[in-house]
């Protein structure tokens, strides 16, 4: 993916996640929105990428749509929402404080960009001052209430839950990617159904008109005259149709040949039984 060089920083509204290696600092921020209003489920700008202190240039790795809420709450993305921090070059220990007065202890690889919970972290209760929990190098180590310090790999323990937070953050990318190319796709199928429709529909209206002058043409032929209904029927070709689909297009082709001004088809009553109708054509 293509890295952005200097990109201003103005638009920075507030920083979601962030931590230091070596003379850089990766971070997650989300930027103002010209949108206004207090929908939680409006979509926000983000940008990832890096800041390079020695230069004091920017380059962001990659940028994503998404709720505010939904990153920060329901996924627990943000790094700085724990009551105790502890920051190394490659590590930091984040304490997250629980309903039941604990405190979960999750460990922090700056260069995976993961944020763990070890079943060794787990073991150790809520330090106070006189207690301490730290990180040198990549040992840990804890001094409880009477001043014993012992010490662990940063690998010790078994994992029991892991947040890649740089990967979440990239797979948001590929989410708005995706809900771009579903949008698009639909649209373009909308678009085509529409276009075949109507074009489809207008081939009809043509061919109906083409159908309406070719009646036209021989009822002028045979005009003035009256003639039986199942004549009437068998010269516009419809009656191989059932009754009541013989009834309704009779009635809807006579309408349309009388809008058109050229003859006039009328109902009138057989001479010789008044129970029934003929058809004058004039």
């Known amino acids: 993916m293509a890295k952005k060089r200097n990109k201003k920083l103005s638009h920075a509204k507030k920083i979601i996640s962030s931590w230091k290696i070596g003379n850089k600092i990766k971070f997650l921020f989300s930027r103002y929105s010209e949108v206004k209003g207090n929908d939680t489920n409006e979509l926000t700008d983000f940008s990832f990428g890096e800041l390079d202190l020695s230069k004091f ?7 994503f749509k998404d709720s505010y809420t939904q990153l920060l709450y329901t996924s627990e993305l943000d790094l700085n929402t724990g009551g105790y921090i502890y920051d190394s070059d490659f590590y930091s220990i984040h304490g997250y404080h629980k309903d039941d007065d604990r405190v979960e202890y999750l460990i922090f690889d700056k260069i995976k960009g993961t944020l763990n919970r070890t079943s060794i972290l787990d073991a150790i209760g809520r330090v106070n001052g006189v207690s301490y929990l730290y990180i040198k190098d990549s040992s840990i180590y804890h001094r409880d209430l009477d ?13 029991i839950h892991s947040r890649p937070l740089y990967e979440l953050y990239k797979s948001k990318v590929n989410n708005t990617l995706f809900y771009f190319y579903v949008t698009t796709t639909i649209i373009i199928v909308c678009s085509l159904f529409l276009f075949f429709f109507r074009r489809k529909k207008k081939k009809l209206s043509n061919s109906s008109i083409q159908n309406l002058l070719v009646l036209e043409k021989k009822f002028l032929t045979i005009k003035p ?3 039986s209904k ?5 010269l516009m070709g419809i009656s191989h149709y059932s009754y009541e689909t013989i009834k309704t297009r009779r009635s809807l082709i006579i309408n349309q040949i009388n809008q058109n001004g050229n003859l006039k088809i009328e109902r ?14 004039s």
């Open 230 to 234: 199942e004549k009437l029927d068998e």
């Open 57 to 63: 240039e920017y380059i962001e790795l990659f940028s």
């Open 147 to 159: 001043g014993n310090i012992e010490s662990f790999d940063i690998n010790s323990g078994s994992i």
């Open 225 to 227: 005259t009256t003639i």
């Open 268 to 281: 009138v009553r057989k001479e010789n039984d008044k129970r029934f109708f003929d058809y004058k054509i």
